[in-house]
């Protein structure tokens, strides 16, 4: 069943792709074949890869219960807000709670959490901003 | 004789102290990434790419640094197979079916130093194959046109579920996703804007550096959290290794299993879309087939632990020939490299024997020196690995995690990039719940653009006849090729994949 569900959105995927396709706006300096064809044959195979996937489904994958799903979700959320909160409030903060929300959600303790959080921000920042030179976000405090 | 001094001279570049420097970090890295559950040679290849640009290696240091990495994740996925019975990464399965029965005797030190020493009897044996045969594939790829390009990456795409696919529609699906995302951005040849949506931050297109990472090491994240096995600790009581120095004897047996799998496994490697878990694999089958006549397979022979890492680590050699003369990738792990390459502005292929030698035959020569200094690393300190593997996943992952986030802003500098890599954890995931194999998407992202533009030349030099593209013999033959191991899997795949998954437990399902 979860086949052909995921061959239907592939089709569908497929279809709103080629669409796009035919949207591309031709240039007055074209070559012979144009930006559009090869946009359009992978639109091909992938609906044509779909139809199959739907039509000949494999048996179906263990779907995690709705509470593990829910896990996944809130980790992508807690990495949505690190990744737009990492310029604002710098990398060391943004780094010491994501990463000690992932120990935690894992299952560490809370000694081991709040080492995880830390030791990863503060290890991360000293060998790449300090030995390597790179980059980090700054946030208000320089760090 | 030509390829001997341009070895030398491949020497000459990589005895520079920076550059053993970098051999011996990455195969130090490398070692310790095989050897942990849940990163394996194609992630731990890929949360380094940024490590490598933001210490502003040229590309031979780049390059010598990551395929240590590369060749060290093949040496260190035993580890954790001999002692804990759970694969370091997908190759290092087969390893499990004998080297932990050995650790039960109490042979896990015999058990390791003989892995060891096949595992470097593997790559040095491939090194040379690459050696030899790359130059000879370069004179052939001279040969092609547009269309014969056109047709080699069709071949590539086509061939790269591999003949354990289970399911081609899904690898196909994979790869027209992929090329499909290579889409994204402005059109090289006529300048207009396709699949942006008007957001200006797709005008580049989407970075596959971005994609890997999220891909590879994001999902892994995701997919710890979803069964929440981060509790699984190394049990210290299993993790004696006793005595490092097999029986001369056992050497002397295992030699000729040696020798027979580094072939097979390195003919895997070359072949495009089989990779190293498959050259492991029919180098245990065939040798249980040829040498086990007592029925000792399975229940600890050192043969069965020799046969499968000789395999593995020829075919990883393997692996580098197509991709270094033809610019096409045949696993994982050489994808990831391949996108190492094209974002130093290098383009692999033939031309880049002529144009940069310095290149390759620098990252030839730094591959026979990783060899030996993986050996040393292997062998006698391999205590020191050990300990790594106490490290539970829950103190990992978020490690991971993080790495991987940081290695993507070094680059870009950018939280729309960080947004995308976060949908590419997503995806990632949810195409590994259904099956479909990570690998085509990412050579479809990397080889998207390269491989229209060949399309497009190929018919503008033909005035607009499409069928130019199966014009010449050759092109005849490459799609003829392609065609085959498109369909070959149908037939034969259910029942090799079947035989391989007899042993569960595979922890890093990206494939090698």
Known sequence: ?143 | METLSALADGFAIALTWQNLALALLGCFLGTIMGALPGLGPSNGVAILIPLAFTMGLGPTPALILLTSVYYGAMYGGRISSILLNIPGDEPAMMTCLDGYPMAQKGLAGQALAISGIASFVGSFLATWGLVLLAPQLVKIALLFGPAEYFALFALAFMTLGGVSSTNQAKSAFAAALGLALAMIGVDTQTGVPRFTFGEVHLYDGLDFLVAIVGLFALSEVFIFLENRHGGADGDSTKLKVGRLTPPVSMIRETTPTMLRSSFLGFLAGVLPGAGASLGSFISYSMEKRLVDKKGTFGKGDPRGVAAPEAGNNAAAGGALVPMLALGVPGSGTTAVLLAVLLSLNITPGPLLFSQNPDVVWGLIAALFIANFMLLAMNIPMVGLFTRVLMVPPRILMPVVAMVSFVGIYGISGSSFDLLVMIGFGVLGWVLRKFDVPLVPIILGTLLGNTMENNLRRAIAIDNGDWFTLIDSPLAIGLWAVAIFGFVLPLIVGRRLKSSMRKKPHAEGSTKD
């Open chain 1, 1 to 143: 069943m979860s086949d052909r569900i995921f061959g239907l959105v592939g089709a569908l995927l497929a279809i709103g792709y080629a669409f796009a396709a035919m949207q591309i706006e031709e240039s007055f300096l074209s070559d012979v074949v144009g930006p559009k064809a090869f946009p359009l044959i992978i639109a091909t195979v992938l609906g044509i890869s779909s139809l199959v996937i739907a039509l000949r489904p494999d048996a179906s994958p263990v779907w995690p219960p709705l509470n593990r799903l829910a896990e996944i979700f809130a980790a992508v959320v807690v990495m949505i807000l690190y990744a737009e909160l990492l310029p604002e409030i710098g990398f060391i903060i943004a780094t010491a709670f994501a990463a000690a929300y992932l120990a935690w959600r894992l299952g560490s303790s809370v000694l081991e959490l709040v080492l995880v959080g830390l030791g990863t921000s503060i290890g991360i920042y000293a060998i790449f901003h300090l030995v390597l030179g790179l980059s980090l976000a700054r946030g208000p405090f320089g760090f």
